[in-house]
């Protein structure tokens, strides 16, 4: 089981990224998908998470309105799309993968480090 995320890097404060996240290893359709970050100093924090059976979404509101989560079945990948990044956002990101809701992330990335810039 494998979860790559890519796409992190130093932007400044309005700027955007797209995050990715590849699986591999496991029935990707079967699983909800989820984003959390870790800033300096601060516990592991949720962000996002998107069911593929019910196509829904749910955003904590610290980034509802910013960012924007969504996955290809057909390429085993989650992206999360962030804009308006503040320097609050500065974390690393980590994907995660949950066989249903309520049950634990059992599948983690390695994380990939988003810095914004004031």
């Known amino acids: 089981v494998q979860l790559v995320e890519s796409g992190g890097g130093l932007v400044q404060a309005g700027g955007s990224l797209r995050l990715s996240c590849a699986a591999s290893?496991?029935?990707?359709?079967?699983?909800?998908m989820g984003w959390f970050r870790q800033a300096p100093g601060k516990e592991q924090e949720f962000i996002v998470r998107?069911?593929?059976?019910?196509?829904?979404?749910y955003y904590v509101d610290s980034v509802k309105g910013r960012f924007t989560i969504s996955r290809d079945n057909a390429k085993n990948t989650v992206y999360l799309q962030m804009n308006s990044l503040k320097p609050e956002d500065t974390a690393v990101y980590y994907c995660?993968?949950?066989?249903?809701?309520?049950?634990?992330?059992?599948?983690w990335g390695q994380g990939t480090q988003v810095t914004v810039s004031s």
């Open positions: 290893g496991f029935t990707f359709d079967d699983y909800i």
């Open positions: 998107i069911n593929w059976s019910t196509g829904s979404a």
């Open positions: 995660a993968a949950q066989i249903s809701a309520g049950r634990e992330y059992a599948y």
